[in-house]
């Protein structure tokens, strides 16, 4: 029934379809064929249309596909060809944007790795893939495993500490970065190097079903899993993006989570790109300089996480900020508390509040909420959109009536194909094209989708059930409240009690505050016996995602 709702985006029309020898999907009928051939129509459509920005520097969409078409020239001279897989270990920068689709040109395989992972992660992923090229920010050096244990990487390439990365809001994701005296490490090629090679015009062939992008998840417990992010998933998320979205070549849209998530990737890059529209980067979140780059830049789309809209509400001089161009501001994972609705509702009339829900493994969005709804369905994470298919089941994989609450399963075309190298996981977290998410939700007789918990974190206090998001959100609402998180405090008597840990405002709350406020809206086995106030984030692994391992750890 969700397919109405999205009659006024001009959806393209859609067929069924087999691909990955079981699947039959919805697809887009027109479509384009691959990632590059998405830069290729931009750069047909808009070629003197602003593409990227970052710092002071600015790319056309020509001058975009030159440094494109230079820097895969120089990696076709230093044997990188189609199927090789090029890593890319940087921050958020405009080079990342050129090497991810001078990868794509050659039929390459770009593997964005996060610039928060430590050498000995960095070892397992690069070896895992067998990465044969990895580009990587110049001081990150010194984080790079040693030649000898990753001895199919024939080909290093340092990027120069751009001003704009080297700024103080990075220097903690950097600040366990080794260095080395000796400089830049023996057989690496610099950046520039790349460009001196000639062009590379024509791209490799490509499948749409290839694999386009690994990006490795999070890897909270055990190793991370490479999915294989392919080129028809890729290309029906951006269109999903776009059309739903609505966006076209006039779309500013700002790059402020990392490029090396699938958001960031995805969301921004990608869809951007998709639109003919321009990509201004942002090198790392940080409230007071986002609304100082929407403003100057006149963005008008984004997408960030609700704990960074309320970051921006708390500036002082938010008001003092002109973002009258802002026109659509996605957000991701859950719902957003209410009262943040309200605040930018009040402040920014003119933004479209919509709710996103997706995965790695589902190439970003698989539910969008409609901007006119976002208010009436807080709750919600949206609606599946067009080429989407999604389904409740039980613990045996039967379809649960409507309202009844099972674990979420994902199909379409955006779904990966599997995890690069890893049959068994494949085999365990796929069926029939159908991903099995691992969180807990529902669906209304109208089609809303809503997001309870992750299985695993799901607390039990005595028999009764409790989806620690709905308590997370509702704290969240909390004046002078960024995030929150609930976790079971083991108990010998109840098995399980609710303990919070709330980051906010020196002074906006305090634990009485926490729990009186939740006593009044919840019922009462699901009102936090415990509360642990913190004056800094909570904390999160290299992709971004909330680590609650930790947060157990430290109640023990």
């Known amino acids: 029934m969700s397919e109405g709702h999205w009659a006024h985006c001009r959806v393209p029309a859609t067929r069924l379809e087999a691909h990955f020898g079981d699947r039959i999907v919805r697809c887009f009928t027109e479509r384009p064929g691959s990632v590059h051939a998405m830069l290729e129509r931009a750069v047909a459509a808009r070629p003197q249309g602003e593409a990227l920005v970052f710092g002071d520097r600015r790319w056309t969409y020509r001058q975009l596909d030159t440094e494109v078409a230079e820097v895969a020239a120089g990696l076709a001279e230093r044997g990188i060809g189609a199927g090789d897989r ?5 921050s958020n920068r405009a080079e990342f944007v050129v090497a991810l689709f001078a990868a794509q040109r050659l039929g390459a395989i770009a593997v964005p790795l996060s610039i928060r992972e430590q ?3 960095l070892e397992y992923v690069l070896r895992h893939c067998g990465a044969k090229a990895v580009l990587y920010d110049g001081d990150l050096e010194g984080r790079l495993p040693a030649p000898a244990t990753t001895p199919q990487l024939a080909l290093r390439v340092r990027l120069p500490v751009d001003p704009v990365v080297a700024a103080p809001s990075l220097a903690a994701a950097r600040a366990a970065v080794p260095t080395s005296a000796a400089g830049p490490a023996a057989g690496s090629v610099a950046y520039a190097a790349l460009r001196t090679c000639g062009r590379v015009d024509v791209a490799a062939a490509a499948d ?6 690994i990006l490795y998840t999070s890897g909270t417990t055990g190793r991370p899993k490479g999915a294989m992010l392919t080129h028809l998933g890729i290309v029906h998320s951006v269109q999903h993006y776009v059309s739903c979205m609505e966006l076209d070549e006039s779309a500013r849209s700002i790059l402020a989570v990392p490029a090396s ?10 869809a951007a790109v998709g639109a003919a529209a321009a990509t201004i980067v942002m090198a790392a979140f940080k409230a007071a300089d986002y609304l100082r780059l929407a403003s100057r830049e006149r963005a008008t789309h984004t997408i960030l996480v609700p704990a960074m809209y309320n970051l921006c509400l708390l500036e002082p001089d ?5 973002l009258s161009a802002w026109r659509t501001g996605g957000y991701g994972g859950a719902p957003m508390p209410v009262a943040t609705i309200d605040a930018l509702a009040r402040k920014l009339p003119n933004l479209r509040l919509m709710n996103a829900y997706g995965a790695t493994e589902t190439t970003s969005p698989t539910t969008l909420m409609p901007a006119h709804l976002t208010r009436e369905h807080a709750d919600s994470v949206g609606l599946p959109l067009p080429c989407a298919q999604v389904i409740v089941v039980d613990d045996e994989g039967r379809e649960v009536p409507r309202g009844e609450v099972g674990e979420i399963w994902i199909g379409g075309p955006m779904v990966v194909k599997g995890y690069w190298d890893n049959l068994h996981a494949t085999a365990s977290e796929f069926t029939a094209g159908f991903w099995h998410s691992g969180d807990l939700g529902s669906i209304d007789e109208r089609g809303f989708v809503r997001v309870f918990d992750r299985k695993k974190d799901m607390l039990n206090r005595g028999g009764y059930k409790i989806y620690s998001v709905e308590v997370e959100n509702l704290i969240a609402g909390m004046p002078g409240v960024v995030e929150a998180a609930v976790v079971g405090r083991p108990c010998p008597v109840l098995g399980e009690r609710v303990h919070a840990f709330v980051y906010a405002e020196a002074g906006a709350v305090t634990a009485d505050g926490v729990r009186d406020w939740c006593a009044r809206h919840l019922a009462d086995y699901k009102v936090p016996e415990t509360v642990t106030l913190r004056d800094r984030p909570l904390p999160r692994n290299a992709n971004g995602k909330l680590m609650k391992r930790l947060l157990r750890e430290e109640l023990a």
């Open 86 to 90: 090029v890593a890319l270990l940087m």
């Open 119 to 121: 050498q000995s992660g």
């Open 208 to 213: 749409e079903e290839d694999c386009a992008v």
């Open 261 to 270: 998530h699938v958001t960031g990737l995805v969301a921004n890059i990608c």
């Open 318 to 322: 938010f008001d003092e900020h002109d």
